[in-house]
Nanobody
């Protein structure tokens, strides 16, 4: 069983930055896409950013121009650089890796944006 481990969450003031990282417990083959989702209290989980195996990215409108997703195919890692953070970005962030016949989720990391 593959485990995804996220790191980098925490408390930050509005306007600050955080970098989330996600690593797999073992090598994963034939990855199609990697991404970050978030879930705020009382809300549904939503896609924040995704990246395909050939590097195409997509972002939620609310984070465009502030967040950047990147991946390292050789290391099976995916990162999310978050700049200009806002209180509404507060949520538990989950990484996700998917391929043919599988989809793995991390356990989540809390991001809190507050003064």
């Amino acid at each position: 069983q593959v485990q995804l481990v996220e790191s980098g969450g925490g408390l930050v003031q509005p306007g600050g930055s955080l970098r989330l990282s996600c690593a797999a417990s073992r090598r994963i083959f034939n990855i199609n896409d990697m991404g970050w989702y978030r879930q705020a209290p009382g809300k549904q989980r939503e896609l924040v950013a995704g990246i395909t195996s050939d590097g195409r990215t997509n972002y939620a409108d609310s984070v465009k121009d502030r967040f950047t997703i990147s991946r390292d195919n050789a290391k099976n890692t995916v990162a999310l650089q978050m700049n200009s953070l806002k209180p509404e970005d507060t949520a538990v962030y989950y990484c996700n890796i998917g391929g043919l016949g599988y989809r793995y989720w991390g356990q989540g990391t809390q991001v809190t944006v507050s003064s």
